[in-house]
């Protein structure tokens, strides 16, 4: 039974946790919101009906309202954001000092709240942390993509990494970008919006780790790598049965700055829609 209790000395029975519950579970009785024991085993679990009290009326799972973050006036103006989208960069040359593990511990636990299809929340990280296990990544990626190109099985759609490999073999890594961390994403096979989860949540990952001077890079090579030519290698960092590793991020104290942002044709690819 989930928990969901209304205080009755703050509630000012005005319906907007009724009106603003995904399908419509939350019912009133004697002028109080209710959620009724049959209909409670549909809910979410999205805490809506919480946030979106005003007087703090409302716990549900155990989770109280003075525990939340206060929103009014604390939001980040549109200018902010706007140049948090439009400066972020990917990086591609990394200081090699890893990150102290309670900063990666906090990016991850604020990455948690990116919404998720049916609000499933299943989207998994592995995360490298130390400079070792990176380094052994890479020659294990190395030593896979040597013994595919010794067999003549690099297919030819990946054929890039038939020219990535002796840069690899030559001490330069254009794969991993001489990253000190790396984030294996992951959901389950019955996750039911997997791929966009897991997209959501590496995108939000990438804009706060860009607010806290963290920088980051989508890593499809290493995902074409390990995912697609070597998938042997997951298994070597403990992936879980029956996932889908969606995309791999690397991250890290950047040792580039940039001073601009690019500019990019805003209008570009807008279809604008009348009927
Ligand atoms: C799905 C995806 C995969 C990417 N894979 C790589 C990669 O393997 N290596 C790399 O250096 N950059 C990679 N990038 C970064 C893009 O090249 C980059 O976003 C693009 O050039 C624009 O630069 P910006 O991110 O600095 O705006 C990837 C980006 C995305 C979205």
């Known amino acids: 039974m989930k928990q969901f209790r209304v205080d ?42 919480m946030a ?3 007087p703090g009326a409302i716990s549900i799972l155990g989770l109280y309202p003075g525990d939340s973050l206060p929103l009014e006036g604390q939001l980040p103006d549109q200018r902010q954001v706007e140049t948090l989208i439009k400066g972020r960069r990917s990086i591609r040359r990394y200081l090699p000092d890893p990150l102290p ?4 511990d906090q990016l991850l636990t604020i990455t948690a709240h990116a919404p998720t299809g049916v609000n499933a929340r299943g989207v998994e990280f592995i995360v490298v942390e130390d400079p070792g296990t ?29 020219h990535i490999l002796p840069l690899m073999e030559q001490g330069y890594d254009p794969v991993f970008r001489g ?13 039911p919006c997997r791929e966009a989860d897991v997209f959501i949540a590496l995108s939000y990952f990438e804009l706060l780790a860009t607010s806290a001077g963290i920088g980051t890079t989508w ?52 279809r604008r829609l009348v009927k």
């Open 8 to 49: 009755k000395s703050r509630c000012i029975q005005c319906g907007e946790c009724v009106k603003d519950c995904v399908f419509g579970l939350i019912g009133m009785e004697q002028g109080y919101p209710v959620l009724p024991a049959d209909k409670a085993a549909v809910c979410i679990e999205c805490q809506h009906c």
């Open 101 to 104: 593990a309670e900063t990666i």
């Open 179 to 191: 990253a000190p961390h790396l984030l294996i994403a992951s959901a389950a096979e019955g996750v």
């Open 52 to 54: 979106v009290c005003k």
């Open 219 to 270: 890593c499809g090579l290493g995902k074409w790598a390990m995912v697609d030519l070597a998938p042997q290698l997951l298994q070597s960092v403990g992936v879980p049965d029956h996932h889908d590793v969606v995309y791999l991020m690397l991250f890290g104290k950047p040792d580039v700055q940039y001073y601009r942002t690019v500019q990019r044709d805003q209008d570009a690819n807008i």
């Open 134 to 162: 990176m380094a052994a990544i890479r020659q294990e990626t190395m030593e896979a993509l040597q013994d595919l190109a010794r067999r003549d099985a690099i297919p030819e759609s990946l054929e890039c990494f038939k």
